[in-house]
C-alpha cells in the first residue's frame, strides 16, 4: 500500500511541476502554438529515459521498488502531458490549423523520442 503513497506524491508534485512550466512558458510564447506543452512532454521524456536508465536495479542508485515508482510512475507520470497534447492537437485541427497540429505532432514524437533516447543514454553514464 506504500508504493501507491508513493506514487500519488510524486503525480502531485510532477502535475504542479507540469502546470508552472506550462503556464510560464505559455505567458513567454506566442499563444498560436502549444510550446509548453511540448517542452513538457520533451523534458518528461528526457526524464524518464534518465530516471529508467539509472535506476536499474543492477545500478544500486534509488534502484529499489519504491523510489522508483515515486520517480517514474509518480513524477515522470503527473509531469508528462501526452494527453493535453492529443487534445491541443485535436483542437488545432478542428479550428483548421492543420499544419500546426502536423507540426506539433511530428515534433512532439520526434523530439521526444530523441530525449528519451538522450536521456537513457545520459543515465547509463551517470549509473557507471
Known amino acids: 500500500m506504500r508504493?501507491?503513497?508513493w506514487i500519488g506524491l510524486g503525480s502531485a508534485l510532477g502535475g504542479m511541476l507540469r502546470y508552472g512550466l506550462t503556464e510560464w512558458v505559455t505567458n513567454l510564447a506566442s499563444k498560436g502554438f502549444p510550446l509548453g506543452t511540448?517542452?513538457?512532454n520533451i523534458s518528461g521524456s528526457f526524464l524518464i529515459g534518465l530516471i529508467a536508465s539509472a535506476?536499474?536495479?543492477?545500478s544500486g542508485w534509488w534502484g529499489a521498488e519504491h523510489g522508483r515508482a515515486f520517480l517514474m510512475a509518480g513524477l515522470?507520470?503527473?509531469y508528462t502531458t501526452f494527453s493535453a497534447f492529443s487534445l491541443q492537437t485535436l483542437e488545432l485541427i478542428r479550428s483548421g490549423h492543420w499544419p500546426a497540429a502536423a507540426w506539433n505532432i511530428l515534433l512532439s514524437v520526434t523530439l521526444c523520442l530523441i530525449a528519451?533516447?538522450?536521456g537513457f543514454r545520459a543515465g547509463e553514464l551517470f549509473s557507471r
Do not use: D, E, K
Not at 535506476?55 to 543492477?58: D, E, I, L, R, V
Open 38 to 40: 511540448l517542452l513538457v
Open 76 to 78: 515522470c507520470g503527473g
Open 3 to 5: 508504493i501507491y503513497l
Open 55 to 58: 535506476t536499474q536495479p543492477s
Open 116 to 118: 528519451v533516447w538522450l
